[in-house]
């Protein structure tokens, strides 16, 4: 301020005296007050620089963004399901279809927030643990078997038995609760294929098994590929009137428990990324802590449960059963969203279900500060990424389903599926480079067997 005065003290002088002089002098107060704006912007860029506090808290505010969402649009679920067991028809368990389909977009997203944060990973089992051995929970097709040696709870069939004996004591099912599914039946014996609660369990319930394997879809089923594809429940199961598959009042049961807790469960973790929050204060309270637990998230997700336990061990199987959604034939839309929400968080930002965004301080702003080269790297295989995961996605939506992307012998769609893991793996290299520049030491990344112990898995 006080150079851009001299400067207009000056120019009256000079305009009173005229001549050579006097245009001198002006020459070099307008060098001297150039300068010295230029000076300004760089050093009002340097102290603008993103800090790592500020990188964090955009973090956890995506965090907290994306909660609301998942549980706003699970509470829809809850709507959707109460109006099936009002009144079953066709049409209301579609809109329940429809409305479990809209409550995974946001909450695939918020995946990326899982593995880096203790306190998220030790609760998602609650919500998205898989696969699971759908016999435990309802009827299931003969072609399931009838027992299973990892497994002693394979066909229990909780629905149609109010009597259960679980770690060798007898249960009381008699009436459905969420102490039953949470605390008694999932995970039973310490078994993660007993999966009573969460998104996949409501998913088994509102489709049924989907038993077309890697196949062609059933003749006269028209639709998307999904739609043709997909598991086939009939609203009948639903309908104690006019029941089909037996014991429907308690399958109405079942469901609405599973969902009342799913929503219960997402409140919980809504609050956890709250101003108050114990998620966020652990990240915010230590931003370098803040950036490990990011970039653990990520390189976790993109390669050993993505790439690897989710993806390739499903592709080198040739195996249907090991397809995330696979119930619902839904499997392309989940992966699709878990790269959405990774970038969201290298990127800091975040698109909501009601088409506003949160966005501030990004990940991506820090390493640009760092390495801009490394910066562009990373923007462009996240970028790579979901270019493949479009194109799975097309596939999916117009072509053939995942199950039968997978299916051996398909080498087109085996070949879609092939880019979508080298496109996550090319970005977990990125990341590690990106953990090395912000030098925040040896974070160990999740793997996976069938990425870096292939033969492992056939033995």
Not at 215 to 223: D, F, I, K, S
Not at 242 to 266: A, F, K, P
Not at 395 to 424: C, F, H, P, S, W
């Amino acid at each position: 301020m006080k150079i851009v005065y001299t400067y207009i003290l000056l120019k009256k002088i000079s305009r009173r005296r005229g001549g050579v002089a006097g245009k001198g002098v002006m020459k070099a107060m307008r060098n001297l007050l150039l300068g010295a704006v230029l000076a300004a912007t760089m050093m009002t860029g340097a102290q603008a620089a993103v800090e790592p506090k500020s990188v964090v808290k955009t973090y956890a505010d995506v965090a907290l963004a994306g909660y609301e969402d998942a549980l706003s649009t699970a509470r829809d679920l809850q709507k959707s399901v109460n109006a099936l067991l009002a009144g079953p028809s066709a049409k209301t368990l579609a809109a329940a279809r429809d409305a479990w389909l809209a409550a995974r977009v946001p909450y695939q997203q918020t995946e990326a927030f899982r593995f880096g944060n203790p306190i998220v990973d030790d609760w998602e089992g609650r919500v998205n643990a898989w696969p699971l051995d759908e016999g435990m929970i309802d009827y299931v097709d003969a072609s399931y078997g009838t027992e299973s040696d990892a497994n002693a709870y394979y066909v229990v069939n909780v629905i149609a038995n109010k009597k259960l004996s679980v770690g060798g004591k007898a249960v009381d099912a008699s009436t459905i609760t969420p102490e039953l599914l949470r605390d008694v039946l999932h995970e039973a014996d310490g078994n993660e294929a007993n999966v009573s609660t969460g998104y996949h369990a409501i998913e088994f319930l509102l489709w049924g098994q989907d038993l077309n394997g890697t196949g062609p879809a059933p003749a006269g089923r028209g639709g998307t590929p999904m739609e043709r594809h997909a598991g086939n429940r009939p609203h009948t199961d639903f309908d104690p009137a006019n029941c089909t598959g037996g014991h429907c009042e308690r399958r109405g049961q079942y469901l609405q428990v599973v969902t009342d807790l799913l929503v219960s469960d997402l409140e919980e973790m809504v609050g956890n990324w709250k101003a108050d929050g114990e998620a966020r204060q652990a990240v915010q309270e230590d931003p370098k802590a803040g950036l490990i637990a990011m970039l653990t998230g990520l390189g976790s997700l993109s390669y050993g449960e993505l790439a690897g336990e989710r993806i390739k061990l499903g592709l080198m199987l040739h195996d249907p059963e090991e397809e995330h959604d696979c119930f619902s034939d839904n499997t392309h839309n989940s992966h699709f969203y878990n790269q959405v929400g990774m970038m969201n968080v290298y990127l800091g930002r975040y698109a909501r279900v009601d088409g506003s965004t949160v966005k501030g301080a990004a990940l991506s702003d820090l390493v640009k500060g760092v390495d801009a080269g490394l910066d562009a790297e990373m923007r462009a295989k996240l970028d790579d990424t979901l270019k493949a995961m479009q194109a799975m996605k097309d596939r999916a939506e117009k072509t053939e389903t995942y199950d039968q992307m997978i299916a051996q012998g398909n080498t087109a769609g085996n070949a879609v599926v092939q880019a979508v893991i080298d496109g996550l793996v090319a970005q977990t290299r990125s990341i590690e480079r990106v953990i090395a520049a912000l030098e925040l030491g040896g974070i160990e990344l999740e793997g996976s067997d069938s990425l870096d112990n292939p033969n492992a898995v056939f033995k």
